[in-house]
């Protein structure tokens, strides 16, 4: 592309600073790293001991022998075994970094999954790296988040990340792309119609965009439409540079060298609306290039004068900083990289409800512990050990489930058991201390009877009719004088699934997903049984020769009706959860980490199913004509519109890998599964009244349901108090985390807003019967923004995006 106009002062300096000619029309810049998954193939123990000490060793090495040149490390999870086992290297390190040349591309403890992990957790990720880089004298703060590998992202990413106080993010996998491996389609088929891909390929025709998020939230975002690693053979031939295997050979011709940049800019350069080209180097576990500063000195040297093209190595923000100067040239939007992939969604569901049922303890522990008078004690300390261990799960190879059978029980699955250990006795302590007894109060019990195979019950809200011939499922459900019903309802569809880990069989070419069996379609068992807080029903029915347990509870004073799948899915089996309902909707609004967001019924793949956090609502179009539906989930978020009026989740998963026509492995996911164990999977439904989510409050009805299902008794009786150690006035802004803050001092408070987009709001904040003193707005990362004014005994907080953070004491 050729240079517009004149040179900025700012784009001078950052010119300068890079050694980039002022004159140059061109400039493509290698942005080299070692893409490092802390337990993928192997343990991480087996990654460090076979790839990561030597590969620092060689960074550190490279970097000292050539000052201009820039290493990228994404996070800090191998770097700080690195710094913990190596300490003979820790003060060149730490000089490397504090001077910029080992350039932090996040400050994430691990590249996270921003599809399945709380918010939260999300959040202290990227607070406990930036603290332990901090504790030991390294001082750069980034400003980008790096996530080369994440298969999808949230929509509200920008939102996540805004709350953390990062402004670019630079991201690889996004729905309709083409990656190396993963299909038998050819290149050409790519990018998928409808996808995110196409609109930046082939309509926007640009890999640099500002991504908003759902509540306004921008960050300077690049994609790296040709992989992560596209540019790793700039001074090699072979296949591919990865894991150190001898898949390539070193050859570092002028000649050769050329020819690469050639190809990389024919790449590039239409789709680059600025003067400026971002290559990344970096697969998996791969050492530096030797000498790479000398080849492209040598490359500009003989090339650059005939094709004006400027070759440099640089890290994606210094690249991002030059875009950033032609940001007028660049198109705005919202984008949802999804569905990616759809498999993950649900597979290892252990992954996923141990991890979310670990940090609701967690924050009610912390909630509770900001009330104990004194320094930080044991509890805090142990509260801290399970955030430790919590965010490593978020990782994009780990909480998705994702890593193969020995890694999972000899890595993750232990490390997940010893976060929620600790959960417990940080949980158990402060309730100890604080809980009190409490029944459940009110006539919970709804009028019931049976007849025959039919159980029969009715409340305030609802009517409802269960059927042994029909597979225990509901058959008939009123709301008012409307049935809700279109079939067989809390039906369970077993699916023949070909695919794998990652993806589902219907995903690529020569996959199959196809229906199998469905628990309607023979009798069930049907007991029912009262209890104190209401009518419990267990349905035993039979499932592709396997038994299944659906547990029901109907609750007189509340809508929501509470459920439990206990069971195991067989070999190549997917099980599914359905709702065919009378409901007309075009699509599904749910929560996501960082926001809220509407999705289709439908895209590039029949059916879709979807990632949700807590929620997915199918509302009757328009809203406010009718009722709608919503399923809270309190395991794998895998839901979808699978057909008119038909709402369906993913609740048991048992796959191996994915194969094309039966024969043909997929060499891109070379990880295999299986997961023949029982499950339990929580969720509930709730006919929702005429209106959207927010007229139903289903963010905080959701965080009630899933406080309810994880929490033991005696916990959960503390809820209400550990709600009122901080509380706001205004009934859309939830407080979600009471913390201790780790940098700095007083008190940490996050609050998440589900008002309108656009809505601006002001709240009052107070800590109990306390006076608040002062009140600082925060990012995410503890930084102090802001002073907050304080009237009363309240501090006065502005909420302009969906996550606030803000210091009292």
């Known amino acids: ?192 119609p409808g996808s995110s891909a196409e609109l930046l390929l082939e309509k926007l025709r640009s890999l640099d965009f500002v991504w908003r998020g759902p509540d306004g939230a921008e960050v300077l975002c690049h994609w790296n439409a040709f992989t992560y690693f596209q540019g790793d053979m700039l001074a090699h031939r072979g296949i591919i540079r990865w894991m150190g295997l001898p ?131 044991g509890v805090q300390q142990t509260i801290r050990a399970a955030w430790d261990l919590v965010v490593v799960s978020n990782h994009h190879d780990f909480i998705t489930g994702t890593s193969p059978d020995r890694v999972f029980h000899k890595e993750q699955r232990p490390l997940l058991r010893e976060a929620e250990s600790h959960a417990d006795r940080a949980l158990g302590a402060v309730c100890c201390e604080q809980c009190g007894d409490a029944a459940p109060s009110g006539d919970s019990l709804p009028d019931w009877r049976r007849e025959g195979s039919r159980i029969e019950l009715s409340t305030d809200h609802y009517r409802a009719v269960l059927d042994e011939g029909a597979g225990g499922c509901l058959v008939e459900l009123w709301v008012g004088q409307h049935q809700m019903l279109a079939g067989p309802a809390n039906d369970l569809a077993a699916h023949y699934d070909t695919g794998g880990l990652w993806r589902m069989g219907h995903e690529y070419l020569g996959g199959q997903f196809r229906e199998r069996d469905r628990a309607s379609l023979r009798p069930a068992r049907l007991e029912a049984r009262e209890r104190p807080d209401g009518l419990e029903i267990r349905v035993e029915s039979v499932l592709c020769g396997r038994p299944v347990v659906r547990w029901m509870w109907f609750d007189a004073r509340s809508p929501i009706i509470r459920m439990r799948l ?56 328009p809203a406010e004509h009718g009722s709608g539906l919503a399923v809270f989930m309190g395991g794998p978020a895998c839901v979808g519109i699978t057909a008119a009026g038909v709402l369906e989740w993913v609740a048991l998963r048992n796959v191996h890998r994915e194969w094309a026509y039966g024969v043909f492995p997929l060499l891109a996911h070379p990880a295999t599964g299986h997961d023949p164990e029982v499950h339990h999977f929580e969720y509930a439904v709730w006919f929702t009244r005429s209106g959207d989510f927010r007229d139903n409050r289903l963010p905080s009805q959701a965080r009630r349901l899933m406080r309810g299902i994880w929490l033991p008794e005696r916990a959960r009786r503390l809820c209400d108090r550990a709600e009122d150690v901080v509380s706001t006035d205004d009934e859309r802004v939830m407080v979600t985390t009471v913390k201790r803050a780790d940098r700095g001092e007083g008190i940490i408070v996050r609050l998440q807003s589900f008002a309108p987009p656009g809505e601006d709001l002001q709240i009052r904040l107070r800590f109990g019967g306390a006076r608040v003193r002062t009140a600082h707005l925060c990012d995410a990362r503890e930084r102090d923004l802001a002073g907050l004014p304080v009237e009363g005994r309240a501090a006065v907080v502005p909420v302009r995006r969906a996550l606030t953070t803000v210091r009292l004491s």
């Open 1 to 192: 592309m050729e240079r517009a106009s004149g040179l900025t002062a700012v784009e001078t300096d950052l010119r300068a600073r890079l050694g980039i000619p002022a004159d140059a029309r061109r400039v493509l810049i290698f942005g080299e790293t070692s893409h490092w998954d802390p337990n993928w193939l192997f343990t991480s123990e087996q990654y460090f001991r076979l790839r990561i000490r030597r590969i620092l060793e060689a960074v550190i090495d490279e970097l000292e022998a050539e000052p201009r040149r820039v290493f990228s490390v994404e996070s800090l999870f191998f770097f700080r075994m690195f710094w913990e086992r190596v300490p003979a290297l820790r003060d060149r390190a730490r000089a490397l970094i504090n001077r910029g040349q080992l350039r932090l591309t996040g400050s994430g403890i691990t590249t996270p999954d921003t599809l399945i992990p709380d918010t939260e957790a999300i959040l202290r990720d990227y607070l406990h790296g930036q603290e332990w880089l901090r504790v030991h004298g390294m001082t750069p703060e980034p400003r980008i988040a790096y996530l080369p590998d994440d298969f999808g992202h949230s929509p509200a990413l920008p939102s996540v990340l805004h709350a953390l106080g990062f402004e670019q993010a630079g991201i690889t996998r996004i729905d309709g792309m083409y990656f190396v491996g993963t299909d038998l389609r050819s290149r050409r088929r790519f990018p998928l």
């Open 247 to 377: 898949l390539r050979m070193s050859w570092r011709t002028a000649r050769h060298v050329a020819r690469r940049i050639r190809g990389f800019v024919g790449q590039l350069e239409p789709l680059a609306r600025t003067p400026y080209m971002f290559c990344p180097i970096g697969c998996d576990f791969i050492g530096p290039i030797p000498r790479l500063v000398e080849l492209l000195d040598r490359y500009n040297g003989l090339q650059y004068p005939e094709n004006g093209v400027w070759a440099v190595n640089a890290a994606m923000d210094d690249y991002l900083d030059l875009v950033a100067c032609h940001r007028d040239a660049l198109p705005e939007l919202e984008l949802d990289p999804n569905p990616y992939w759809m498999g993950f969604y649900a597979s290892r569901p252990e992954t996923k409800y141990r991890t979310n049922r670990t940090t609701c303890k967690l924050e009610l522990a912390e909630k509770l512990a900001v009330r104990r008078e004194g320094p930080p004690d």
């Open 566 to 621: 206990v069971g195991s899915a067989a070999t190549r089996r997917t099980i599914t959860c359905r709702f065919p309902t009378t409901i007309s909707a075009p699509g599904l609004v749910m929560d996501v980490p960082g926001g809220f967001v509407e999705r289709p019924a439908s895209k590039l793949y029949e059916p879709t199913f979807w990632p949700a956090r807590t929620f997915a609502h199918m509302e009757h179009a």
